[in-house]
């Protein structure tokens, strides 16, 4: 049986957030806005499709959006508590209860797209509807019950965006006489398309968010159509129809371009690639939906575009430590709720010259540690004569942790909590000890769905909310990055506009766009491999035996400072001294 993929793709994501805080705005032109770098302009980022009506675009600014839609509403993104940097936590907070409802689903493949969109393989739980009914059956029913059973969804032929909505009702009920009767895969795709109108229905139901889908034979097909009808409606495509798609979809211009090239110059041009394109302008894709819900690696990374360009090593210092604080916190969260252990740590930053990184063994996860490492990486390349500038200015700074292994022993867990709680405090001096601040809250049902998953493997740990690092380069500055996600495995980002009014942007994965410097790919790609080491080594987890006391202890060391009088906050200190001795004293020694 032919594959039938879907593409849930929620609609104006960040908006529907805001709007479900403040319902009033539900139904109004609203936007979310993010204070660029530097905090001087505010440009918008998630767009309502009643504001998307008035000509409000992504990358827009607060006034350029007021003057063509006077009565439009804005939100901000919240700002962590003393970093000039997004907080995100409340999106992916709504993207976790999202996902919540997908894993949940019987006999689906998931795959994580990115915070708003993942794609399904429903071919399995088709079959398993199929199975249940004859084709006829299934048929009569479809066709007696269009309007309730398919409410919003639309067959992609080319002409099914003139359609009024009386007609689309009209072409699906002719499309499962006609088509659907004759070819089973048709069939499957409508079955296909019943299933996700009823997952959709349930997010909605469960979390107010409208989405869309786009329902094909694989995942290029049904990126293809996803959009098609959105707002809150799905789009099916069957394959007789793909040619015709894309040659009329702008985005896809390249692809109908291809058809025209003739095969022998695509077999020179692309050798390797050819067989593959071969297929792709055909519309078969082969790529399989890979179950993935947690990220291989995680990043941070902060712009400063224009005149943000960091100048000085105060700036410098303050950033890497503004970073580095927070990356660690993200690292300690991540070993809670994921339980397991980042080897690798990459740094990175981009300066007028060009851009630099190294990747070395993660020895702790205390963000001390991180920040000695990143200085002294970027003070080799900092060749200003007067000692307090920073010269050639920096443009981005990033680290990221990647080559995981399984665990989390059971002394670093005390420590983990412990620097968890001593981070929090450290980001929120004045108020963490008053009144609770979202952060400290207890993860609960309303604001945070973790996934079963987290859930059972969090035991009696508490997650925190999530600090996402998103970072922001102005618009007008290209060719700079907007940086959308970094904590996904691939965070996408905006990496080129061909012009100023033309915000289709090229999106491709985080770790390919410093494709200036193969040494860092060539890296990238090592630790990749190394994952997947990893984790076919599980056996190898500490939780798993009773180590010995030397091995622990050289496990405890590498969350361990070399020196505690490195360490400046009490509270960690504090705990440290807590520890059983004889892991105390062996981690001293080392
Ligand atoms: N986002 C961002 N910066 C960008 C692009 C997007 O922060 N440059 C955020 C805001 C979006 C969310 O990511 O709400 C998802 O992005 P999408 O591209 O899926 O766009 P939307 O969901 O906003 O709208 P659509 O309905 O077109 O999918």
């Not at 090229?506 to 990238?524: G, I, L, Q, S, T």
């Amino acid at each position: 049986m032919s594959r039938i993929i879907a593409l849930i793709d929620m609609d104006c994501f960040y908006a529907q957030v805001e709007q479900r805080i403040r319902p009033e705005l539900w139904g109004k032109p609203m936007a979310v806005s993010q204070i660029s770098a530097g905090g001087s302009a505010s440009i918008m980022l998630a767009i309502t499709y009643e504001a998307r009506a008035f000509g409000v675009k992504r990358g827009m600014s607060v006034k350029e959006a007021k003057k063509v839609c006077p009565s439009l509403e804005i939100c901000m993104v919240p700002n962590l508590p003393t970093m000039n940097k997004a907080d995100l936590s409340r999106y992916k907070s709504a993207s976790d209860e999202v996902f919540d409802i997908l894993t949940k689903q019987e006999s689906i493949i998931l795959e994580k797209a990115s915070v708003d969109e993942a794609y399904l393989d429903i071919t399995e739980a088709v079959e398993i509807a199929c199975n249940a009914e004859s084709p006829e059956q299934i048929i009569e029913r479809f066709m007696a019950h269009a309007a309730e059973l398919f409410p919003s969804t639309f067959i992609a032929d080319g002409e099914d965006e003139k359609l009024e909505s009386d007609q689309r009702l009209a072409r699906i009920i002719k499309w499962l006489d006609e088509d659907c009767r004759m070819d089973s895969l048709q069939l499957n795709l409508a079955v296909g398309a019943y299933l996700i109108e009823k997952i959709r229905k349930e997010i909605f139901t469960k979390t107010q968010f409208q989405c869309s889908a786009g329902i094909g034979i694989n995942k290029i097909i049904a990126k293809l159509v996803c959009a098609r009808h959105k707002p809150n409606q799905q789009t099916i495509i069957p394959p007789q129809f793909v040619a015709k798609v894309y040659e009329m979809t702008p985005i896809n211009s390249t692809m109908a371009d291809l058809q025209m090239v003739p095969k022998e110059q695509i077999l020179h041009e692309f050798p390797e690639q050819s067989i593959w394109l071969f297929k792709i302008m055909q519309g078969n894709d082969d790529e399989p939906i890979r179950p993935r819900l947690q990220q291989k690696s995680l990043a941070i990374s902060k712009n400063f575009p224009g005149v943000y360009k960091l100048r000085s090593v105060a700036g410098v210092e303050k950033w890497v430590t503004n970073l580095s604080a927070e990356f660690s916190k993200r690292l300690y969260e991540d070993q809670v709720v994921n339980q397991r252990t980042a080897l690798n740590l990459t740094i990175s930053f981009r300066n007028d010259e060009g851009f630099y990184n190294k990747t070395v063994p993660l020895n702790s996860y205390v963000n001390i540690g991180i920040i000695n490492n990143l200085l002294s990486f970027m003070r080799s390349y900092n060749k200003a004569g007067d000692k307090e500038a920073w010269h050639p200015p920096i443009k981005n700074i990033s680290m990221s942790a990647s080559r995981f292994r399984e665990g989390v022993d059971s002394q670093t867990k005390q420590i983990t909590l412990w620097a968890e709680k001593a981070i929090q405090r450290s980001l929120t001096p004045d108020e963490s000890e008053t009144k609770p601040r979202e952060l400290n809250e207890p993860v609960t049902s309303k604001c945070v769905t973790s996934t079963e998953a987290k859930k059972k493997r969090s035991d009696s740990f508490k997650t925190v909310d999530h600090i996402p690092q998103p970072s922001t380069s102005k618009q007008s500055e290209q060719p700079e990055l907007i940086q959308l996600d970094s904590d996904d495995e691939i965070g996408y980002e905006i990496v080129s506009s061909k012009n100023d009014n033309d915000l289709k942007m090229e999106r491709r994965p985080f770790y390919y766009r410093d494709v200036v410097n193969d040494e860092f790919n060539e890296n990238y790609n090592e630790i990749q491999t190394s994952v997947n080491d990893s984790t076919m080594h599980s056996e190898q987890n500490p939780r798993e035996k009773d180590i010995p006391l030397s091995e622990r202890s050289a496990i405890m060391s590498r969350y361990m400072p070399k020196n505690l009088d490195d360490l400046k906050n009490q509270e960690i200190k504090d705990m440290i001294e807590q520890l059983p001795e004889d892991v105390r004293q062996v981690s001293a020694q080392m």
